[in-house]
C-alpha cells in the first residue's frame, strides 16, 4: 500500500543537493517528495524531469491524486488553509450526497485560487538496488508551503 500524505516544507535555498536548474520551490517539492520516499524504504534520489504546472492545473493532479474528495480536502487542509467554513461544510455535504465529482470540482477550483503554481516531478530513487521512478504532483503557495502528492510509479 502506498504511503500517501501531505508535507509542510518551509522553502529555502539549500533544502536538497540537486540540479541548479531545478527552481527553489521545485527543490522544495524534491524534498517533500523525498520524505514520502524515504517513508517508503527508498535510498537515493534525484530528480529526472520536472514540469511546471499552472495553479489550477496542479491542483486538479493532487486533488484527483487522492482516492476520494473527502480525504482530499482532509489532506490539503492539513497543508493549506484555504477553505473558509461555509466552503469546507458545502464540499462535506457534497460527499455526503454522493455527489463526489461535484466536491472534487469544487475543491480543485478552491485549491487552484489558493496556491500560486506548482509542478510535476519525476524522482528517480533506487532501493536494495532496486531503481524506480515515481511521479508527483506539487502545489505552493505564497507563503512557502508545499504539498506533494503521489501520482504513481512511472517506471
Known amino acids: 500500500m502506498a504511503i500517501h500524505k501531505t508535507l509542510i516544507v518551509l ?35 534525484n530528480v529526472s524531469s520536472a514540469s511546471p504546472l499552472q495553479a489550477p492545473d ?13 480525504q482530499a480536502r482532509e489532506e490539503t ?3 493549506f ?3 473558509g467554513d461555509s ?3 458545502d464540499i462535506k455535504r ?12 469544487r475543491l480543485t477550483e478552491l485549491l487552484g485560487k489558493w496556491i ?10 533506487t532501493s536494495a538496488g532496486v531503481g524506480s521512478t515515481y511521479r508527483f504532483a506539487c502545489g505552493w503557495d505564497a507563503t512557502g508551503k508545499v504539498i506533494a502528492a503521489p501520482l504513481g510509479m512511472v517506471r
Open 116 to 125: 500560486s503554481a506548482g509542478a510535476i516531478l519525476d524522482v528517480d530513487a
Open 94 to 105: 457534497m460527499v455526503a450526497q454522493g455527489r463526489r465529482e461535484k466536491a472534487e470540482e
Open 58 to 70: 496542479a491542483a486538479k493532479r493532487i486533488v484527483g491524486s487522492y482516492y476520494n474528495p473527502e
Open 81 to 83: 488553509s484555504f477553505l
Open 77 to 79: 487542509l492539513q497543508t
Open 87 to 89: 466552503d469546507n461544510e
Open 11 to 45: 522553502l529555502s535555498a539549500g533544502l536538497v543537493g540537486c540540479s541548479p536548474s531545478l527552481s527553489v520551490e521545485e527543490k522544495a517539492c524534491l524534498t517533500a517528495a523525498s520524505r514520502l520516499l524515504q517513508m517508503a524504504g527508498a535510498g537515493s534520489q
